[in-house]
């Protein structure tokens, strides 16, 4: 399949995952909101260019909000972790070339705690500027800590979860492309 | 003019960021202000199929719950016929007819379809399948078979969003159904399964298991439909009034049908009080 054609049924699948599913479940407490879609971003491979990764987080965002009603809410916060993305990755793997080895972020291509590492700063990232944004119009300091701590929590046990049922192939391409 | 073309190129991803980042705030905050968003219309139209598509298949594993819920808004109605009331006297039958004959007619009934519908986020909303075609527009109530749903803040073709009682932006003038004291009822943001209501004045005789009705002060819905009933009185120390949580009379999680409730009179009211409050002036 290719690569091209993978990523946009991607784009597909998360977006429905999080508006028919996700969104669906039954509250368990108000600072627990499951996220899952941002994924998508972490997901997406090394070769884009930095506009381009944050034009893809702004597009991708807006669709989502277009189907639960808040627009402009999720695009913020994606276009944040897409434009930061590029640093985070620039930070963790400087020296040893994964990002011209292979093809995407992956716990194969980085490694255990840089990629743990990557996931935590970027959905803590994401939830502090969704919440920060929500909380603008309601709630209280509380509500704020309480909201992304929780809310992170939960979106770490998904992701843990997404990685290891759906585990990506990452083969290694050596330097003579 | 060199120096602010090279700076324009050095920065550029940052700046393209900060455009977009500015789009997207923009579209936000404009969206809580006006209930206007960006391209809302065409989208609801495009997310409404998809919601159509998904309801279908999800309306299956709600069908008891809603032939239920029908049940017994008909046998409500069933009580209020006519037939049931039997005059003492078989010579002097008196009718007392639901509908009188000189009576002009205020409020209209459109049942719609609800295709998506959210409980669990900081504002809900609902989408239903009528929108401007069938004569939804704007600032109409939605009601439900149990009680309150909402009102219509968009209306595309064939779709319209409602905002469910479950907003924090969502106010409703209701009344105790013993007392007929009025008082505000809106969502505090906390639980689904709470609503609240307060200016409730202290001198009111208000128990727990109290029930709430829509008061005839509000254009959006008609006198007496169901909002819910009193959980917890909390009295407010700093003034002379109470505040109430309410258990919402509608049960959100697995709502199906609703109806639009079109006011035919609301034109004529609005003008009448907009043209006083210019005479006044």
Same mark, same amino acid.
């Given at each position: 399949?290719?690569?091209?054609?993978?990523?946009?049924?991607?784009?597909?699948?998360?977006?429905?995952?999080?508006?028919?599913?996700?969104?669906?479940?039954?509250?368990?407490?108000?600072?627990?909101?499951?996220?899952?879609?941002?994924?998508?971003?972490?997901?997406?491979?090394?070769?884009?260019?930095?506009?381009?990764?944050?034009?893809?987080?702004?597009?991708?965002?807006?669709?989502?909000?277009?189907?639960?009603?808040?627009?402009?809410?999720?695009?913020?916060?994606?276009?944040?972790?897409?434009?930061?993305?590029?640093?985070?990755?620039?930070?963790?793997?400087?020296?040893?070339?994964?990002?011209?080895?292979?093809?995407?972020?992956?716990?194969?291509?980085?490694?255990?705690?840089?990629?743990?590492?990557?996931?935590?700063?970027?959905?803590?990232?994401?939830?502090?500027?969704?919440?920060?944004?929500?909380?603008?119009?309601?709630?209280?300091?509380?509500?704020?800590?309480?909201?992304?701590?929780?809310?992170?929590?939960?979106?770490?046990?998904?992701?843990?979860?997404?990685?290891?049922?759906?585990?990506?192939?990452?083969?290694?391409?050596?330097?003579?492309? | 003019?060199?120096?602010?073309?090279?700076?324009?190129?050095?920065?550029?991803?940052?700046?393209?960021?900060?455009?977009?980042?500015?789009?997207?705030?923009?579209?936000?905050?404009?969206?809580?202000?006006?209930?206007?968003?960006?391209?809302?219309?065409?989208?609801?139209?495009?997310?409404?199929?998809?919601?159509?598509?998904?309801?279908?298949?999800?309306?299956?594993?709600?069908?008891?719950?809603?032939?239920?819920?029908?049940?017994?808004?008909?046998?409500?109605?069933?009580?209020?016929?006519?037939?049931?009331?039997?005059?003492?006297?078989?010579?002097?039958?008196?009718?007392?007819? %639901?509908?009188? &004959?000189? /009576?002009?007619?205020?409020?209209? *009934? +459109?049942?719609?379809? @609800?295709?998506?519908?959210?409980?669990?986020?900081?504002?809900?909303?609902?989408?239903?399948?009528?929108?401007?075609?069938?004569?939804?527009?704007?600032?109409?109530?939605?009601?439900?078979?149990?009680?309150?749903?909402?009102?219509?803040?968009?209306?595309?073709?064939?779709?319209?969003?409602?905002?469910?009682?479950?907003?924090?932006?969502?106010?409703?003038?209701?009344?105790?159904?013993?007392?007929?004291?009025?008082?505000?009822?809106?969502?505090?943001?906390?639980?689904?399964?709470?609503?609240?209501?307060?200016?409730?004045?202290?001198?009111?005789?208000?128990?727990?298991?109290?029930?709430?009705? %829509?008061?005839? &002060?509000? /254009?959006?819905?008609?006198?007496? *439909? +169901?909002?819910?009933? @009193?959980?917890?009185?909390?009295?407010?120390?700093?003034?002379?009034?109470?505040?109430?949580?309410?258990?919402?009379?509608?049960?959100?999680?697995?709502?199906?049908?609703?109806?639009?409730?079109?006011?035919?009179?609301?034109?004529?009211?609005?003008?009448?009080?907009?043209?006083?409050?210019?005479?006044?002036?």
């Amino acid at each position: 399949m290719s690569e091209l054609l993978k990523y946009i049924i991607r784009f597909i699948l998360f977006i429905l995952v999080q508006v028919f599913i996700l969104s669906h479940m039954p509250p368990l407490h108000r600072f627990v909101t499951p996220y899952l879609y941002y994924l998508y971003i972490l997901w997406l491979p090394f070769s884009l260019s930095r506009m381009s990764l944050t034009f893809i987080g702004f597009v991708f965002g807006l669709c989502l909000d277009y189907f639960l009603k808040t627009p402009g809410l999720h695009a913020a916060a994606c276009t944040l972790i897409a434009y930061v993305r590029p640093f985070v990755i620039g930070m963790l793997i400087s020296q040893e070339g994964a990002d011209k080895n292979y093809i995407a972020p992956s716990f194969v291509s980085m490694g255990w705690a840089p990629y743990g590492t990557y996931v935590l700063v970027l959905t803590v990232l994401h939830h502090s500027y969704l919440v920060l944004l929500e909380w603008m119009t309601f709630g209280s300091f509380v509500y704020f800590v309480g909201k992304v701590v929780a809310s992170t929590a939960v979106s770490l046990l998904l992701v843990l979860l997404t990685e290891a049922l759906f585990f990506r192939k990452q083969k290694f391409r050596t330097n003579t492309i | 003019m060199r120096n602010a073309f090279l700076f324009i190129r050095r920065h550029v991803n940052f700046l393209f960021f900060l455009v977009l980042q500015i789009i997207a705030l923009s579209f936000l905050f404009r969206y809580n202000k006006f209930h206007e968003a960006a391209f809302l219309n065409v989208s609801t139209e495009v997310t409404g199929r998809f919601n159509e598509r998904y309801n279908s298949i999800e309306y299956y594993f709600q069908l008891k719950k809603t032939n239920e819920a029908l049940v017994q808004e008909n046998l409500r109605l069933r009580q209020q016929l006519v037939d049931n009331f039997e005059a003492p006297d078989s010579n002097k039958r008196l009718f007392r007819d %639901t509908i009188r &004959v000189d /009576s002009v007619r205020k409020w209209q *009934l +459109m049942e719609a379809k @609800v295709v998506n519908n959210t409980i669990a986020l900081p504002a809900n909303y609902l989408t239903i399948h009528r929108g401007f075609r069938q004569g939804v527009r704007q600032n109409m109530g939605v009601t439900g078979p149990q009680g309150i749903v909402g009102s219509v803040i968009n209306v595309s073709e064939n779709f319209a969003i409602v905002m469910s009682v479950l907003h924090p932006q969502f106010r409703v003038v209701a009344a105790l159904k013993k007392g007929g004291e009025n008082g505000t009822v809106y969502w505090d943001g906390i639980s689904p399964s709470f609503i609240s209501m307060r200016n409730i004045p202290r001198s009111a005789n208000v128990v727990v298991g109290d029930t709430v009705m %829509t008061s005839q &002060v509000t /254009s959006l819905f008609p006198a007496k *439909l +169901m909002v819910g009933t @009193v959980a917890e009185i909390v009295p407010d120390n700093t003034s002379n009034f109470y505040n109430l949580r309410l258990r919402p009379s509608t049960n959100f999680s697995n709502i199906e049908y609703a109806y639009v409730l079109d006011n035919l009179q609301s034109d004529e009211q609005k003008r009448l009080e907009d043209s006083t409050r210019k005479k006044v002036q």
